[in-house]
């Protein structure tokens, strides 16, 4: 609900000329919406990538790139630490495309 009402009923109402949005304007906000939204966590594999956005990536790899930086330039004698990556949601397998019928369908199965 980030634009403060249900767009999957906009998107029925689309039959129904005097009440629903035109369907590029229905379009144009689903494209809009933030990359941490469960529309853009379904389009890209799954309920897991719910909630990481760019940003939650982003400081994911950094702390690896630390952990990783503190290896290389420690003082450990014989044999450096492992550090354990941060875990992030991950894919599985290649990526295919979603279909809008696809994310409606995982849309239903919550």
Same mark, same amino acid.
């Given at each position: 609900?980030?634009y403060?009402f249900d767009? $999957?009923e =906009?998107?029925m109402? !689309? ?7 035109a369907p590029?304007f229905?379009?144009? !906000?689903i494209?809009? !919406?933030p990359? /941490?939204?469960l529309t853009?966590?379904?389009a890209?594999g799954?309920?897991? *990538?719910?909630? =990481?956005?760019?940003d939650?990536? @982003?400081?994911?790899? !950094?702390?690896d790139? @630390?952990? *990783?930086? /503190?290896r290389a330039?420690?003082n =450990?004698g014989?044999?450096p630490p492992k550090f354990?990556?941060?875990?992030r949601?991950?894919r599985?397998?290649?990526k295919?495309r979603v279909?809008v019928?696809? @994310?409606f369908? $995982?849309?239903?199965?919550?």
């Amino acid at each position: 609900m980030y634009y403060r009402f249900d767009l $999957r009923e =906009w998107v029925m109402a !689309l039959d129904d000329e005097s009440q629903g949005m035109a369907p590029s304007f229905v379009l144009s !906000l689903i494209q809009r !919406l933030p990359d /941490t939204s469960l529309t853009a966590a379904l389009a890209s594999g799954g309920r897991e *990538q719910f909630g =990481w956005g760019v940003d939650r990536h @982003i400081a994911a790899d !950094l702390f690896d790139a @630390i952990n *990783q930086n /503190t290896r290389a330039c420690g003082n =450990w004698g014989k044999k450096p630490p492992k550090f354990d990556p941060r875990p992030r949601p991950g894919r599985k397998g290649k990526k295919k495309r979603v279909s809008v019928m696809d @994310i409606f369908s $995982r849309f239903q199965g919550a």
